[in-house]
């Protein structure tokens, strides 16, 4: 007992070297906190975005290789059938697809698009855009198929949102835009007709649709795509009369007429990048010429997120390592300075019978006070210094990402499936711009751990090297 009160009472009597040892102690903690944080931090969201995200394949043709394994003037766009893409979807690889197909509506029944009456008062007048048509009339509305109305790309960035009712769930339900139902007084639970001049038989019937409405969206975009001439209207490309429905829903329509859907997209998402070259292999396992196409995961969105999260990781990695060995070299210089300072005090505890044992606990105790007190005071300068220095280190990582990433896109050319987006479609997952940094409890065991151990370090290697004396050597040194 005596020992530990001594010990605790010369904390206080020794305070200008006290006072550089818990200097040296709380600027090692803090150091050492704030890149723990950052590097607790970083790991946790590099683990969430694998977990949540994976890494996009694109897959287009190598128009170069399709001409080299075709006979000459046999040469043709591959394509990869809708059976061949259902049946990639199942692979093992595969973490989650997503598909849309885009279907045109010609006629609509008891209903009318957007802007229709603008455009037949300004054929009237012959100023309107000729438009062109597949097959029979010219369409005038969309209907989106899509897998996930939630993925597809206007309702992910928020652009559009539910406003009335649900989602299409069940085949045959439709979701229209608020302009549209405005325009033709049209509700949740109203039926709605269309036909597709696509997808005729031999007698010439088109695709009828027979939809029942089911919610309605708001769209925050312009009715118009950018550069569209004003005042003149188009009900194809007014975006109010697009229309989303369940996948299934316009893929059966051409399945019981054997053919396929002509405008189809089907994404693919990795589990890894890593399952690139495994996933080409069911690829070909499905039937398809891996000589005709080329492959590629989307890093643009993978690392978008991981690669600067991982460097900063790597930075605060390798700071937290340099003050580590910096900081115990330092500890154990003070250290060993302040016992030989103390050197006579441990020749007369020596000389009056303590063992070697009880001194050296004296002085791991008066480290331990140290250490608890400066532990204390640097925890929260450390949590509360670690947010600012995160945000600049992120930043300075996103910069230096953007700048070196030059990942080319794949071309693509009508007619050609393409399995993911087509460029420029920007579904690359937005950078990250902050980091939720916290002081968890494993964070502040760590921390603690770590800095008992440099202090008992220190005070150890002091201990060692004046207990190597004997009393009387020590005493008649001091005299």
Known sequence: MYVLSNALKNV????????????????????????MVIQNASTKIIDDYKSRFGAQVLIAPDFQKVFQNSSPGEASLPRISQDQQKQ????????????IASEPIATLAAAKAVDADAKENMETSGSSIQSASGEGAAPIAQLLATTNLLKEEKFSTGVRSIIEGSAPQSDGEVLISKEFANANKLKVGDPLDGDSPRGMDSQGKANRYNLKITGIYGDTSSAYPAGFPAGLKEPMLNNRN????????????????????ADLKISYILKSPDLLDSFKKDVEAAGVDLRKWTFRTDL???????????????????????????GAGILVLISMIAVRERKYEVGVLRAMGMPKRKVLAGFLTESVALTVAALLVALPIAFLAAKPVAAALLSSQNDAYTNSSQAAQPSAS????IVGNQPGEGSSMPSLTSL????????????GLLSLLLAALASVIGIVVISRFEPIKILSDRN
């Open 12 to 35: 206080l009597r020794n305070k200008g070297r006290n006072s550089l040892l818990f200097a040296s102690i709380f600027v090692i903690i803090v150091t050492c906190g704030v890149s």
């Open 88 to 99: 990639i979807a199942g692979s093992s690889h595969v973490k989650e697809w997503s598909a």
């Open 242 to 261: 697009e229309m989303y429905t369940t996948f299934n829903t316009v893929l059966q329509n051409y399945t019981a007429k054997g053919s396929e859907v």
């Open 300 to 326: 643009d969105s993978y690392n978008n997120i991981v690669k600067p999260v991982e460097s900063m990781r790597g930075l605060a990695t390798t700071f937290l390592i340099v003050v580590l060995i910096l």
């Open 414 to 417: 009508n007619g050609v499936v």
């Open 436 to 447: 939720d940094v916290s002081l968890d409890l494993n964070s502040v065991l760590q921390l």
